[in-house]
């Protein structure tokens, strides 16, 4: 059986086209978010392989929890989902949707890990060098872990950049004792 991402990836890219000839990205990341939550409860979730339910009701269902916010395009977008049994595949368009917004709105996602919380100074003077760096506007998220010494480590997409101290110490030890 195909990966659920190779099975996404043509419906993401069908969703974010229109999306952008519609030029209304953020909307439709968000009622395929709004749609993605909805094929995830439980309650749903054993409906869609159910034989009983019809892909019509299917997707009908969907579009009355899901609400207003898909549109006229969003609804006829889940009925094609439904006809062709891919509701559950949501989660993963929605992603990869995301992935080709940020592309397409030349931003990243940057998870910085320190030894002790930033302050606001050192979060904008971190994210201005990222963006010269990335030549990207940056999303940055924070997280702390005492376990790293001083320093931190940087990851955006493939990216990662350790200037932790607990990971200098062990480059040294292993020196040391190679």
């Known amino acids: 059986m195909a990966d659920k991402t190779t099975i996404a990836r043509p419906y993401?890219?069908?969703?974010?086209?229109?999306?952008?000839?519609?030029?209304?990205?953020?909307?439709?990341?968000?009622a395929l978010h709004a749609a993605a939550a909805v094929v995830t409860d439980p309650r749903v979730e054993t409906l869609l392989g159910n034989p009983r339910v019809t892909s019509s009701e299917l997707a009908q269902l969907v579009i009355d929890i899901t609400g207003p916010q898909l549109g006229e395009d969003g609804r006829n977008f889940v009925r094609t989902l439904a006809e062709n049994r891919r509701l559950a595949y949501l989660p993963e368009i929605a992603a990869l949707f995301d992935e080709l917004k940020d592309e397409a709105e030349r931003v990243i996602?940057?998870?910085?890990?320190?030894?002790?919380?930033?302050?606001?100074?050192?979060?904008?003077?971190?994210?201005?060098?990222?963006?010269?760096?990335?030549?990207?506007?940056?999303?940055?998220?924070?997280h702390t872990d005492p376990a790293l010494i001083g320093g931190a480590v940087l990851r955006a997409g493939d990216l990662v950049i350790d200037g932790s101290l607990r990971t200098q110490?062990?480059?040294?030890?292993?020196?040391l004792t190679a």
């Open 12 to 30: 993401a890219r069908a969703a974010f086209e229109e999306a952008r000839r519609q030029n209304r990205l953020g909307p439709w990341s968000e």
């Open 109 to 142: 996602d940057v998870t910085v890990t320190s030894a002790a919380p930033l302050d606001e100074g050192q979060r904008k003077t971190l994210s201005t060098a990222l963006e010269r760096k990335l030549k990207r506007a940056v999303r940055m998220e924070c």
């Open 169 to 175: 110490l062990d480059r040294i030890t292993y020196e």
